[in-house]
């Protein structure tokens, strides 16, 4: 079960914390996170970390820099070193991080299972399948480089990963919860906050469900079928330059020609399409199919597990079901204005005042009981305090 709980675009900033302030940092997210499991539980604090403005809060009380990239693997990397040495009072186990040490999320996750005697089946198919979502399934032009997973004894977990755009300069954060869905592709969104929008193919949009079953249907017939409709739809014109899909440089399944405006007799499809069927390569999407042929998956959720099968061929895929079915693919960016707690402008609703207050009610606990040095708790309280005082005026400017 799902629950894809947000995303936040944050500018990317170069820097680190220094060591003074990161060692610090993991004593005070040890002492918090203690805290929120002593009052709470430890889905609770999954609850939190999956909520984008909580976790931004979190990042502030921390003392690091309150909105750029680094919150996102500094807080999560703190928040794992401080939980280390309790993982085990606490019942609640950190895996994962940045760049190389995301990749090593499955070994971790396997090593922590066998220790606790946990199946640990569901979770690395949920660590799994939530980085394949946001790379695959909803292209917004973000490169994932970051996965924490974070789990408990009931096998409940969160996730908290982010990805990079190198045209636009900016990160964004996904957050998962696995509470409430079934699946992870029919809308996981619940509460996203993002300023930075884009082009996007999103293939999890409600709005989609006949275009995964579409999909789902041409991935699992005959290849040479699918591939034929795709050479009789495609116009090329000799010594046409191609240049690479969006930032993806690799060559692959597809690539972009140059715009279909200039160039006469090139098929030219609505503009919410960021691909072309003259940019598909057969001969690349024939080996996908062939694979995906043999392996026959049941539901669209099955192909976007299967390997090799990424976003180059969910495009492609979508782009052939619209040729034949007349079903468009959705270009609507997931990321939108939607706070767990409102937005200070309103949208999509006046700050919620008691939810907040609880956030911060507990937080407040926290470093009230917190065994740290006094002087690391009257600044944590001090900028909490601040954080409270802004949030009270931009719910006020609104009212």
């Given at each position: 079960?799902?629950?894809?709980?947000?995303?936040?675009?944050?500018?990317?900033?170069?820097?680190?914390?220094?060591?003074?302030?990161?060692?610090?940092?993991?004593?005070?997210a040890r002492e918090?996170?203690?805290?929120?499991?002593?009052?709470?539980?430890?889905?609770?604090?999954?609850?939190?970390?999956?909520?984008?403005?909580?976790?931004?809060?979190?990042?502030?009380?921390?003392?690091?820099?309150?909105?750029?990239?680094?919150?996102?693997?500094?807080?999560?990397?703190?928040?794992?070193?401080?939980?280390?040495?309790?993982?085990?009072?606490?019942?609640?186990?950190?895996?994962?991080?940045?760049?190389?040490?995301?990749?090593?999320?499955?070994?971790?996750?396997?090593?922590?299972?066998?220790?606790?005697?946990?199946?640990?089946?569901?979770?690395?198919?949920?660590?799994?399948?939530?980085?394949?979502?946001?790379?695959?399934?909803?292209?917004?032009?973000?490169?994932?480089?970051?996965?924490?997973?974070?789990?408990?004894?009931?096998?409940?977990?969160?996730?908290?990963?982010?990805?990079?755009?190198?045209?636009?300069?900016?990160?964004?954060?996904?957050?998962w919860l696995s509470?409430?869905?079934?699946?992870?592709?029919?809308?996981?969104?619940?509460?996203?906050?993002?300023?930075?929008?884009?082009?996007?193919?999103?293939?999890?949009?409600?709005?989609?469900?006949?275009?995964?079953?579409?999909?789902?249907?041409?991935?699992?017939?005959?290849?040479?079928?699918?591939?034929?409709?795709?050479?009789?739809?495609?116009?090329?014109?000799?010594?046409?330059?191609?240049?690479?899909?969006?930032?993806?440089?690799?060559?692959?399944?597809?690539?972009?020609?140059?715009?279909?405006?200039?160039?006469?007799?090139?098929?030219?499809?609505?503009?919410?399409?960021?691909?072309?069927?003259?940019?598909?390569?057969?001969?690349?999407?024939?080996?996908?199919?062939?694979?995906?042929?043999?392996?026959?998956?049941?539901?669209?959720?099955?192909?976007?597990?299967?390997?090799?099968?990424?976003?180059?061929?969910?495009?492609?895929?979508?782009?052939?079901?619209?040729?034949?079915?007349?079903?468009?693919?959705?270009?609507?960016?997931?990321?939108?204005?939607?706070?767990?707690?409102?937005?200070?402008?309103?949208?999509?609703?006046?700050?919620?005042?008691?939810?907040?207050?609880?956030?911060?009610?507990?937080?407040?606990?926290?470093?009230?009981?917190?065994?740290?040095?006094?002087?690391?708790?009257?600044?944590?309280?001090?900028?909490?305090?601040?954080?409270?005082r802004s949030a009270?005026?931009?719910?006020?400017?609104?009212?």
């Open positions: 079960m799902s629950r894809h709980t947000g995303f936040a675009n944050l500018p990317l900033h170069s820097g680190r914390a220094p060591a003074w302030l990161f060692s610090r940092m993991t004593r005070l918090v996170a203690t805290h929120i499991v002593t009052d709470r539980g430890p889905e609770e604090l999954l609850r939190r970390l999956s909520d984008p403005f909580w976790f931004q809060a979190f990042g502030c009380v921390l003392g690091f820099d309150w909105h750029s990239s680094g919150v996102t693997t500094t807080v999560t990397g703190a928040l794992k070193e401080g939980l280390r040495a309790i993982e085990h009072e606490l019942g609640v186990f950190a895996q994962g991080g940045k760049g190389a040490t995301s990749r090593k999320t499955p070994t971790e996750i396997l090593d922590r299972c066998e220790r606790l005697a946990v199946e640990p089946g569901p979770l690395l198919y949920a660590s799994r399948m939530a980085a394949k979502v946001d790379s695959a399934a909803v292209q917004d032009g973000y490169q994932l480089y970051h996965h924490a997973f974070f789990f408990t004894r009931a096998g409940h977990w969160c996730v908290v990963q982010q990805g990079m755009s190198d045209r636009t300069r900016t990160a964004r954060r996904y957050h509470e409430a869905l079934t699946n992870f592709v029919n809308e996981p969104h619940q509460a996203i906050c993002s300023d930075v929008r884009g082009e996007t193919l999103n293939l999890v949009a409600e709005e989609h469900d006949t275009l995964r079953q579409t999909s789902l249907e041409l991935a699992t017939r005959s290849p040479q079928m699918v591939i034929d409709i795709v050479r009789r739809h495609q116009t090329t014109v000799p010594g046409t330059p191609r240049l690479p899909f969006d930032e993806e440089t690799k060559p692959g399944l597809v690539s972009r020609a140059v715009p279909a405006e200039v160039k006469p007799g090139f098929l030219a499809l609505p503009k919410r399409h960021a691909l072309l069927l003259q940019d598909i390569d057969p001969q690349h999407l024939q080996s996908v199919l062939l694979s995906t042929y043999d392996r026959a998956p049941h539901d669209f959720e099955s192909l976007l597990g299967l390997d090799g099968v990424g976003g180059r061929t969910l495009r492609a895929l979508a782009l052939v079901s619209e040729v034949i079915y007349g079903t468009p693919a959705s270009t609507r960016d997931p990321a939108r204005f939607a706070f767990a707690h409102g937005g200070k402008d309103g949208t999509p609703f006046p700050v919620d005042r008691a939810t907040y207050d609880r956030t911060i009610d507990t937080l407040h606990a926290a470093m009230a009981q917190a065994r740290v040095d006094r002087s690391d708790k009257i600044d944590a309280l001090r900028r909490l305090a601040r954080f409270a009270q005026q931009a719910a006020d400017s609104v009212q």
